[in-house]
């Protein structure tokens, strides 16, 4: 990234038609005009939006072009809210075949709707890059942790139920305890991990037996559509429904039904605080949210730089800063800020920068329209202020790439300092004293993680003390992240509400509930009557493998 000066020299990053190689191209551009409502693959031919991806192709006058991907449905509120009465409908108020339906036989329809989606692979890995600019590697990594998840997803239930599969008596009482479902779950997901973030929500919603509603993000939707088939196919009628549209509009209406019984969001918390406000009976919503961040690294005086500057930059540039993970503002201890600046701009001079399907490249271009002004105003705000661009091009952009650019020295005054910037700048925060890094976390509006940097086990575990409390998870000598999605992923303040693993999402989607007996002779012989009958799908001592 060292040779780039200017905007032309990011210009010719770009590839002309004929340069992209034909194993990356998609065969033609993919409109889609089914929606997915009540089992039925309904057609659709009101308007659509068409899909530029954050790709562009340069002409022979080298004026540069978005790459169509395709188009989708906008629907309209009608759309949505027959999605909803679909979803109600199905679910029937825990009566419907999907709640009641026994453990293991969702399990099954869960594994063929598996089968169903690996056969798409391909082209849903395909429309991840194009439509988000993901790396090639990246794309395909996030459709086969998605995969891994739904297949950890089901041992846990399994585990889970078995462990449930027995009665216990306490105090003269007989009782078996399960979890049961809640009922109609909105399942709406983030465009930096479209796929793998959704399906971390709607997969534990199905399996543990609601019904889901379910709305593609802004970008990042039209490689759904070849998963539409697979829902329909899989999943019984009205079990997975799809609401397309402007979620301005076709959102609202269906949390005002009252309907909703919860709102899975992995989203800005601003549109999570709306939404929830919207529904009438808000003691009948659970909200399963992973918001806003702006997680922290602190650097201190003995900390290893070379392996701090690589966290860094591996936290705030993977997928070009746009995880909500990432490592959004760096407090460095100004004794170590000159090296570890230095060390800092010579590993992004040497991150690759150009097309997603290229090998060794860090940087692609951004999917949203507006991030690089967005970004350039911030380092303009920080440099109107004092702040100055240290890496040589950081800032350039043109169309979509932009330039990672690192920003010191930033402070309380700048923007940076507390916006969550979602892209390729950073920030960079001297401190004098650990106390300043402290209070930087304290008196943020978030709370999911943080990480530091340093040797001495006294000083590391004076600061994990006290941020533990602040944050959701402390990572010592490595960057922030979400994995391993058998980890509880929470946070603090506005940064999330319940907690999402492999395990604890499945509770966050159930609820649970039991029968209990009097401890007789006579509720034992009742009890056995239905379980060596197998009367019951929820009183039984099955033994799922
Ligand atoms: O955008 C937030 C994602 O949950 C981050 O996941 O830390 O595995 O990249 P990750």
Redesign the pocket.
């Known amino acids: 990234m060292s040779s780039i000066q200017s905007q032309a020299d990011l210009a010719r990053l770009f590839p002309r038609l004929a340069d992209i190689p034909a194993e990356q191209r998609l065969d033609a551009p993919l409109h889609q005009r089914g929606i997915l409502i009540d089992g039925e693959i309904r057609s659709w031919d009101g308007p659509c939006r068409t899909v530029l991806s954050p790709v562009h192709v340069r002409d022979d006058q080298g004026k540069l072009s978005a790459v169509e991907v395709g188009s989708f449905p906008v629907t309209t509120v009608k759309e949505s809210l027959q999605a909803l009465d679909a979803a109600v409908a199905a679910y029937a108020s825990g009566t419907g075949q999907w709640p009641t339906m026994a453990v293991e036989a969702r399990i099954a329809h869960v594994q063929d709707f598996t089968r169903r989606l690996l056969e798409q692979r391909a082209l849903i890995v395909k429309l991840i890059m194009w439509e988000i600019g993901k790396s090639a590697a990246d794309s395909a990594k996030e459709f086969d942790?998605t995969i891994a998840y739904i297949r950890q997803t089901i041992d846990a239930l399994k585990e889970l139920d078995n462990n449930n599969s027995r009665f216990q008596v306490v105090e003269e009482t007989i009782a078996q305890v399960r979890r049961a479902p809640l009922g109609v779950v909105l399942c709406m997901g983030?465009y930096?991990?479209p796929l793998?973030?959704t399906f971390t929500t709607l997969i534990p919603a199905l399996i543990m037996g609601n019904v889901v509603l379910f709305k593609p993000p802004k970008f990042g939707t039209l490689l759904f559509a070849p998963i539409l088939e697979a829902f329909r196919a899989a999943f019984p009628p009205g079990v997975v429904n799809t609401v397309y549209g402007r979620g301005e509009e076709v959102v609202p209406p269906l949390m005002a039904s009252g309907k909703v019984n919860v709102l899975a969001l992995?989203g800005s918390s601003r549109v999570a605080d709306q939404l929830k406000k919207l529904h009438p009976k808000t003691n009948r919503l659970r909200a399963v949210l992973?918001l806003d961040?702006k997680n922290a690294a602190i650097v201190l005086p003995d900390a290893d730089l070379d392996l701090a500057v690589k966290e860094c930059v591996l936290g705030s540039l993977?997928?070009n800063g746009?995880?909500?993970?990432?490592l959004k503002t760096l407090l460095v201890h100004r004794s170590v800020a000159g090296p570890f600046l230095d060390k800092l701009t010579e590993a992004i001079g040497q991150l690759g920068i150009g097309m997603p399907w290229e090998a060794g490249i860090s940087i692609t271009p951004l999917p949203d329209v507006n991030k690089p002004r967005y970004i350039a105003e911030c380092i303009a705000d920080a440099e109107s202020k004092g702040a100055e661009v240290l890496n040589p091009g950081g800032g350039l952009a043109c169309a979509s790439l932009v330039v990672p650019a690192v920003v010191y020295p930033v402070d309380a005054r700048m923007r940076l300092y507390r916006e969550e910037q979602f892209g390729p700048v950073i920030p960079v925060v001297p401190f004098d004293d650990v106390g300043t890094a402290l209070d930087y976390v304290e008196s943020s509006d978030y709370g999911q993680q943080v990480s530091i940097f340093g040797t001495d086990p006294e000083q590391i575990a004076r600061l994990v003390d006290p941020l533990v409390n602040q944050v959701c998870r402390v990572n010592i000598n490595c960057q922030?992240?979400?994995?391993p999605d058998v980890f509880p992923?929470t946070g603090r303040k506005d940064s999330a509400e319940g907690t999402l693993s492999v395990s604890d999402a499945l509770r966050a989607f159930s609820i649970r509930t039991m029968i209990a007996a009097k401890a007789t002779s006579a509720s034992k012989a009742l009890l056995d009557e239905i379980v060596l009958g197998h009367k019951s799908t929820f009183i039984n001592t099955r033994f799922i493998f």
């Open positions: 942790r983030p930096n991990y793998n973030e992995i992973g961040a993977s997928f746009q995880r909500c993970t990432a922030c992240q979400r994995g992923f």
